[in-house]
């Protein structure tokens, strides 16, 4: 077979390309390994987990929240094998849907692992270790990303589990111990807690998710603090036993001192992920990557004319919607087109209740870069609609480069925030300044009201507070 081109990983990033090129009149193919398409994201990441968010979100709100607004239940229980089916039913509905859309777009899905034979070639080995050699004119490497491994910690997925375990878990363990206070740890740190694991997250630095901008972290922990979750911070864990009783967790002061024991019944280590390149032949044609594994790219090519790698295998944040501007941008690129991602305005959401978003510069990064910036802050609980939903928590703060006055950076904690970020990527990408959000009308009461005043905020005319 020959085509215009070969995308080996069926992820966000792959199968996003592999529209994009249907769409463009590319003859073009996709080969896949796990025997499903959509990738870490829809099979063990974005969506079983925030399917798990969201009913776990309910049911601590049945149990906590409703009877404060006069809706009494009874005899309140999880049905934990319904709980796991509506996650995977969820998963079953969005993999199928990739496979329909390959289909639609004329695109051959090829199952297999997918090992690059030189130039124009790819290789591609059946679980029933059948070969065959599809030819092709370019290939875009999409191969994503796996779990960091924890120095002696071998996970079992049973009972020291990474993310994908934690999503499969057969029962609700009574001590969860979490180590690292990212992203995986605090959304699934949150599901468990919330029906009814005690839960500690053991974090090697001084503070949590440490990507985010460090104000709203601080009151993210804050808030994650009085829900329940207990912080092992400036910690690192250094092994995990067995014991009859269930696990023992050493830890010990990142910057030294006396070690201690927690007990726990499971283990969840999400302290990062790696690129994942291995087997993928790189070699044979001699593609660049650095020492960590990552894909070395500019504008999205490779070293090799004709080879191009997005997503999770090379540089840059590790979301499934960074994986899919990059294959929309690399399928354009092959079909001759104009390609851009705009790595400034690559929007990131923590789905916890609260949520936790943000885009652009963080306010470290400005100061860091030694540039002038305004700002603007306004919290939940002046917001009309935040009082009425009784979900007060959190803040909106803008940030401005005083010289364009353009918005180059907004980060919130608050109830709702993962679907208001979408508002000010908009703006930004039209090179907004605080004063165009501060005019828009924006619908009363809603949330987004919050992010107006903030804005108002960096020019000083604050209303509501
Ligand atoms: P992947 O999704 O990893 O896909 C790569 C695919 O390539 C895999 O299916 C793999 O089997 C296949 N493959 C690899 N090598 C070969 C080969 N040689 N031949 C054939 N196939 C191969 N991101 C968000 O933006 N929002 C979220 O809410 C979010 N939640 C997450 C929750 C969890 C628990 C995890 C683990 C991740 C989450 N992420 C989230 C991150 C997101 O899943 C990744 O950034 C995204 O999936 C990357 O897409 P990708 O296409 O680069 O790679
Ligand atoms: P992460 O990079 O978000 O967080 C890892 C945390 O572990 C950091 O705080 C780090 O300081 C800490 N850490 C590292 N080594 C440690 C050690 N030895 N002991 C204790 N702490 C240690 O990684 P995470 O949470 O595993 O997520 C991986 C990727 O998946 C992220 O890059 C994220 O982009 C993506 N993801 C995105 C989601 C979203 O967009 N909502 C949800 C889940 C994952």
Redesign the pocket.
């Known amino acids: 077979m020959s085509y215009d081109l070969v995308i080996?990983?069926?992820?966000?990033?792959?199968y996003n390309c592999a529209i994009r090129a249907g769409q463009l009149g590319l003859k073009t193919a996709i080969?896949?390994?796990?025997g499903k398409l959509g990738?870490?994201?829809l099979n063990?990441?974005?969506i079983p987990?925030?399917a798990l968010l969201h009913a776990s979100e309910y049911y601590e709100a049945a149990a906590k929240t409703f009877p404060s607004m006069g809706v009494k239940i009874e005899g309140l229980s999880l049905d934990h094998a319904a709980f796991m089916k509506q996650k995977d039913d969820a998963v079953e509905g969005l993999t199928k849907g990739v496979e329909f859309l390959m289909k639609k777009n004329k695109v051959d899905y090829v199952k297999g692992?997918?090992?690059i034979a030189g130039k124009g070639r790819v290789e591609v080995e059946s679980a029933d270790g059948a070969k065959q050699t599809l030819e092709t004119k370019n290939i875009v490497i999409?191969?994503?990303?796996v779990v960091t491994d924890l120095p002696n910690v071998e996970i079992d997925e049973e009972r020291i589990v990474s993310?994908t375990g934690a999503?499969a878990l057969k029962q609700v363990p009574k001590r969860l111990v979490v180590v690292g206070a990212g992203v995986?740890g605090l959304e699934l740190g949150s599901v468990w807690r919330r029906v009814g694991a005690e839960v500690t997250v053991v974090e090697f630095l001084d503070r949590i998710t440490p990507t985010v901008d460090g104000e709203i972290s601080s009151a993210f922990q804050r808030i994650l603090k009085k829900q329940g979750m207990k912080f092992e911070l400036g910690h690192k864990v250094t092994g995990v036993e067995n014991a009859r009783n269930g696990l023992l967790v050493s830890i010990e002061p990142a910057k030294g001192g006396a070690a201690r024991t927690l007990e726990a019944d499971v283990v969840l280590v999400a302290i990062g992920?790696k690129p994942?390149t291995t087997n993928?032949g790189l070699e044979t044609v001699g593609v660049r990557f650095d020492q960590r594994g990552f894909i070395e790219t500019d504008h999205l090519k490779t070293s090799v004319d004709g080879i191009y790698a997005?997503?999770?295998?090379t540089h840059g944040p590790?979301?499934?919607?960074k994986?899919e501007e990059e294959g929309i941008a690399a399928a354009q690129l092959v079909a001759g087109q104009w390609a851009h991602v705009n790595y400034d305005v690559i929007p990131n959401v923590i789905?916890t209740k609260p949520e936790v978003a943000g885009v652009g510069k963080t306010e470290e990064e400005l100061k860091a870069e030694g540039r002038e910036y305004k700002v603007g802050k306004f919290q939940f609980v002046a917001n009309s609609r935040a009082r009425t939903n009784h979900e007060t928590d959190g803040m909106v703060k803008v940030l401005e480069d005083a010289a364009t006055k353009r918005v180059v950076g907004v980060h919130m904690v608050g109830a709702g925030v993962g679907e208001m970020i979408g508002e000010i990527c908009v703006a930004m990408e039209f090179g907004a300044a605080a004063e165009d959000i501060a005019r828009t009308c924006h619908a009363h009461p809603t949330m987004s009201e919050a992010i107006r005043e903030a804005a108002k905020g960096v020019d000083g005319w604050v209303m509501q507070a």
Do not use: N, Q, W
């Open positions: 080996i990983g069926g992820g966000p990033g792959g080969i896949e390994s796990r990738g870490t994201c063990v990441g974005c987990s925030k692992f997918g090992r999409a191969t994503g990303s993310s999503l995986i992920r994942f993928l997005i997503g999770d295998c590790m979301l499934a919607h994986a789905y």
